[in-house]
T-cell receptor
Framework: EADIYQTPRYLVIGTGKKITLECSQT?????MYWYQQDPGMELHLIHY???????EKGDLSSESTVSRIRTEHFPLTLESARPSHTSQYLC??????????????FGSGTRLTVV | SQKIEQNSEALNIQEGKTATLTCNYT??????LQWYRQDPGRGPVFLLL?????KEKRKERLKVTFDTTLKQSLFHITASQPADSATYLC?????????FGAGTTVTVRA
């Protein structure tokens, strides 16, 4: 069951457009993440947040920006989309470690195509 | 630089057999190592976490080992089923951030 929701699921958009990918979680997790994944390749961390008003850039340089105004919401924005931004974007969250079941919860992803 | 390497070759096995996947890493000292399953077009799903002071962890038909001296984790799926067909990702945690390997694709034949 998905407790983390990403919209849209698929997006085809023209070059130069501004887009926002939405991510919301209902688990009250303090930590949230954005990963980028190309087909057959590993996930790369592009942004993360450890709580409200906290955002950091990840290991992979990205032209996108994020905000964290509410615990449950972590949107990603591209001011001017380019074909090089075509990829799958995955949002994830994690909370307190409990027992042996600590792990990230991922959304289903947004597949972005810039034409 | 830090690197996580998983079996680059896809794994094709007969139903009922055991699949063994390898994850090797360099230039990390992870406190935690995690394994995820990813189906095509979907986000990864958390399977197991093992701590640096644990040698082995089991969950149903899954078993993970963690050797910090060899810098290696092995992931076993016993009594495999066609529903186990997916890509399996190894991930290392550093300061609450996960870095992932490219994954190994497993196909279980009926």
């Amino acid at each position: 069951e998905a407790d983390i929701y990403q919209t849209p699921r698929y997006l085809v958009i023209g070059t130069g457009k501004k887009i926002t990918l939405e991510c919301s979680q209902t688990m009250g997790h303090d930590k949230m993440y954005w990963y980028q994944q190309d087909p057959g390749m590993e996930l790369h961390l592009i942004h993360y947040s450890y709580g409200v008003n906290s955002t950091e850039k990840g290991d992979l340089s990205s032209e996108s920006t994020v905000s964290r105004i509410r615990t449950e919401h972590f949107p990603l924005t591209l001011e001017s989309a380019r074909p090089s931004h075509t990829s799958q974007y995955l949002c994830a969250s994690s909370g307190m470690r409990t027992g042996n079941n600590y792990g990230y919860t991922f959304g289903s992803g947004t597949r972005l195509t810039v034409v | 630089s830090q690197k996580i390497e998983q079996n680059s070759e896809a794994l094709n096995i007969q139903e009922g057999k055991t699949a063994t996947l390898t994850c090797n890493y360099t230039n990390y000292s992870p406190a935690y190592l995690q394994w995820y399953r990813q189906d095509p077009g979907r986000g990864p799903v958390f399977l197991l976490l093992i701590r640096e002071n644990e040698k082995e962890k089991r969950k149903e038909r899954l078993k993970v080992t963690f050797d910090t001296t060899l810098k290696q984790s092995l992931f076993h799926i016993t009594a495999s089923q066609p529903a186990d067909s997916a890509t399996y990702l190894c991930a290392l945690e550093d300061d609450y951030k996960l870095s992932f390997g490219a994954g190994t694709t497993v196909t279980v034949r009926a």
